[in-house]
């Protein structure tokens, strides 16, 4: 199980190590990172499976390939977990903070790729889930869609994950450990609390109903986003990576969070995939086969070196003025707790981003009859229905301690 807390000085030592070993490295990185050495293999070495780094850094390898502007749709503001995709937008990023976007030249290691990308912020930029707007607007070229939400959207919308950028997801339920020294589980927290705070009909809360771990009358699908626990002696949804520094940290009146992972009670979804449309995987097949493989290693190069794109997360982010804020703290706390936590990693083949038959079925057997129960029209699913390893080098890895 994940221990509950962390120390902030581990973890910012972590993120200046990686910093230091990138601005080394001339703010290059290869197709391995690892994060116990900060030592690499030579980047000039191609690809021992798939696509070859000299393809890749081709001048204009997107263009004719994918459309003029990769438009990718994430799930909330942007912040570390994005870090990923926003490696690969230029230097001359464009961000409109009425339409949450963020535009620039699609820039792999410092190379042209000939097209745009434009990432599409989520939360309250969003007026459906990113599923229905993948279908509502065709120039959403990838969206990021959770194991839950392809399994529970498959009937009316259904997409196939292409790349997994997070091994193990960050969601989890939080409290106070200053009024809870003692709970150390989802468990222990619902006994000391009377209300857990959600985003809607989580169908995570009902399978920890289900478990026992909370009773139904705690959930309330009322949920903001805000820091709660700074005015109220409840539990609610966010992400191990970000709500802990932010409470920490809070001027006014700094506490301690506890937590504990959803994905150390069960709920074991991979949880930010980059997805396509089902209907739309044939015709950007020459596009997934360089641009895949593209942002595998653009995870590991943000993840080597984040400094440049965490500077953009937070130009972005104050640049949209809106309630959620990324400070550089922030980004470097989420960027050095995703290693901490082990949040990136390669799951149990040595292969970074793929989506593990085994486990997406054993997932799609526990989420679909709490989604049924919730009144959704889930068909029958196997694992290669929602997801594909087709576009990704398998050579690519992450090397962690």
């Given at each position: ?37 900060g030592s690499a293999p030579d980047d000039t070495q191609p690809a021992t499976s798939g696509v070859d780094l000299a393809t890749l850094t ?207 009670v069960g709920w074991n979804q991979y949880p930010q995939n980059l997805a396509v449309r089902a209907d739309r995987l044939g015709g950007l ?107 990704l080098d398998k050579s690519v890895t992450f090397v962690g301690d």
């Open positions: 199980m994940t221990t509950r807390r962390h120390s902030l000085r581990t973890l910012f030592g972590v993120t200046a190590a990686l910093i230091v070993f990138g601005a080394c490295a001339g703010g290059s990185s290869t197709s391995e990172v690892d994060t116990s050495t081709t001048p204009g390898a997107l263009d004719g390939r994918c459309p003029a502007v990769v438009v990718v749709q994430t799930d909330w503001f942007p912040q570390a977990e994005h870090g990923g995709t926003f490696e690969l937008v230029g230097d001359d990023a464009v961000i409109d903070k009425d339409a949450g976007t963020t535009r620039g030249t699609l820039t792999f290691r410092g190379v042209d790729t000939g097209v745009d990308i434009e990432i599409r912020a989520g939360g309250p930029f969003l007026e459906s889930p990113v599923v229905t707007e993948m279908y509502l607007d065709d120039a959403v070229t990838l969206g990021y869609v959770g194991n839950d939400t392809a399994i529970s959207r498959f009937a009316d919308a259904p997409t196939v994950a292409v790349f997994n950028a997070l091994n193990v997801s960050p969601q989890a339920i939080l409290w106070n450990a200053d009024l809870h020294p003692d709970a150390r589980t989802i468990a222990d927290i619902a006994r000391e609390v009377n209300r857990i705070s959600v985003f809607g009909d989580r169908p995570f809360m009902r399978y920890l109903a289900a478990r026992g771990d909370v009773t139904t009358d705690q959930i309330d699908g009322n949920y903001k986003g805000n820091l709660l626990l700074l005015t109220d002696d409840i539990a609610h949804q966010g992400y191990a990576t970000s709500e802990p520094h932010k409470y920490a940290t809070n001027p006014d009146a700094p506490l301690t969070a506890g937590w504990q992972l959803l994905h150390d097949r020459d596009c997934l086969q360089l641009l895949v493989p593209m942002m595998q290693h653009a995870k590991l190069d943000y993840m080597t070196d984040p400094a440049r794109t965490n500077a953009l997360i937070v130009r972005v982010v104050r640049e949209f003025d809106s309630y959620w804020t990324q400070s550089d703290a922030d980004v470097a706390y989420g960027h050095a707790s995703m290693l901490d936590l082990g949040i990136i990693g390669n799951g149990t083949t040595p292969t970074f981003g793929d989506l593990e038959e085994d486990r997406v079925n054993a997932f799609i057997a526990t989420a679909t009859p709490i989604l049924r129960d919730q009144g959704l029209d889930v068909p029958d699913l196997v694992a290669t229905d929602i997801v594909t390893d087709e576009f």
